[in-house]
């Protein structure tokens, strides 16, 4: 079980906040554009060590990206792109917020571990890694299994509910970190966690698969 298996108990807090979008006629893919653009100064703002204002911006962020779907379907404007576009700005936020925590210099390892810098680099390349493989595994499984039925433009497949760590919990971990001041911290929890979700998603589709 994760967060993201809990999105549908979620989104009537979304319905008020996409129906402003859509009365500003902001469309779906501009929306997905917004996640990115908060990203990106969140991820900025984080290299600067302003984790807090970082913080907010990555919560901003995110808020776009579940909002971008509820645009959609009542208007009734999904589109293939729209979902490939999502897909993308997702990765690229993902990626960019930990490496600009990477970018800042705080110790992670090295604050508490007698271990060269480069550690911090590692331990921060190996969050990244996890986080985006964690997530990549679900379209690869898309692409080769042939998951292609979707409820309410998402693609009903098993993994929705497998492997403890996804997204919104290397999210609400960078938030926390940012707010408290233990991003350091929340830096490991992602390379270990996302890692391990990884290899329990890959372990579900050897027992399901083989």
Known sequence: MNITALRPRFKQYLEPIAG????CGITPN??????????????VLFMERLFLAG???L?????????????ARRTNSPTKFGAVFDWIVDKYVDA????GVGLSGIPILSGILPVPVTADF?????????SLMNTFIKPVVYAEVGYREKVEGKIDD?????????????????????????IWV?????????????????????????
């Not at 960019?96 to 490496?99: S, T, W």
């Open 20 to 23: 402003v979008f859509i009365r």
């Open 30 to 43: 501009q929306c997905s554009f917004l996640a990115l653009i908060a990203g990106i100064f969140a991820a």
């Open 55 to 57: 913080s907010l911006f």
């Open 59 to 71: 919560l901003l962020s995110a808020i776009f990206d579940l909002v971008d779907g509820s645009i």
């Open 96 to 99: 960019l917020v930990i490496l």
């Open 122 to 130: 590692a331990i921060t390349g190996l969050a990244i890694t996890g």
């Open 158 to 182: 098993p993994l929705e509910g497998v492997g403890f760590f996804g997204r919104p919990e290397t999210f609400l971990v960078l938030i926390l970190g940012g707010v408290t001041g233990f």
């Open 186 to 210: 929340s830096v490991i929890i992602i390379a270990i966690c996302t890692n391990l979700s990884a290899i329990q998603r890959i372990l579900y589709l050897h027992t399901t698969l083989s």
